[in-house]
């Protein structure tokens, strides 16, 4: 009788944790690129893929540079869906021959308890 019970509870157990668990959602940084777009101006493209995400899903992306007096970003924080898989920032350098660190953040827009989000820093000369 005891070993019955014991088995309903397990099996129970098991039952109500298999059906609560949440979905993956994940985001994976791709190579990110540093083109020259004109005199004194750049273009960083932040790639992204993932699983388990909508391809409607909102997300938000930034780019910040340091140090400030020899790189300004132009257009960041954006606002993006899954499927459109990059960023573009436009970048002017201020100062040549400088060693710029550059730090994007990419997260989900969504109010779920645990947000999907990565951080990526590269270095590149001016």
Same mark, same amino acid.
């Given at each position: 009788?005891?070993?019955?019970?014991?088995?309903?509870?397990?099996?129970?157990?098991?039952?109500?944790?298999?059906?609560? =668990?949440?979905?993956?959602?994940? *985001?994976?940084? =791709?190579?990110?690129?540093?083109?020259?777009?004109?005199?004194?101006?750049?273009?960083?493209?932040?790639?992204?893929?993932?699983?388990?995400? +909508? +391809?409607?899903?909102?997300?938000?992306?930034?780019?910040?540079?340091?140090?400030?007096?020899? *790189?300004?970003?132009?257009?960041?924080?954006?606002?993006?869906?899954?499927?459109?898989?990059?960023? =573009?920032?436009?970048?002017?350098?201020?100062?040549?021959?400088?060693?710029?660190?550059?730090?994007?953040?990419?997260?989900?827009?969504?109010? +779920?308890?645990?947000?999907?989000?990565?951080?990526?820093?590269?270095?590149?000369?001016?």
């Amino acid at each position: 009788m005891n070993l019955n019970i014991i088995l309903i509870f397990v099996f129970s157990l098991l039952f109500v944790t298999i059906s609560q =668990s949440l979905p993956v959602k994940q *985001i994976t940084p =791709s190579l990110f690129t540093v083109d020259d777009a004109g005199e004194n101006k750049l273009t960083v493209t932040v790639p992204w893929d993932g699983t388990g995400n +909508d +391809d409607n899903q909102n997300l938000v992306s930034r780019l910040s540079c340091f140090p400030p007096e020899a *790189i300004t970003v132009a257009n960041s924080p954006q606002n993006h869906v899954f499927s459109d898989r990059k960023a =573009s920032f436009e970048l002017t350098v201020l100062k040549k021959d400088t060693t710029v660190t550059c730090v994007s953040d990419i997260k989900l827009d969504t109010t +779920d308890p645990v947000v999907e989000k990565f951080l990526l820093s590269f270095d590149f000369q001016t």
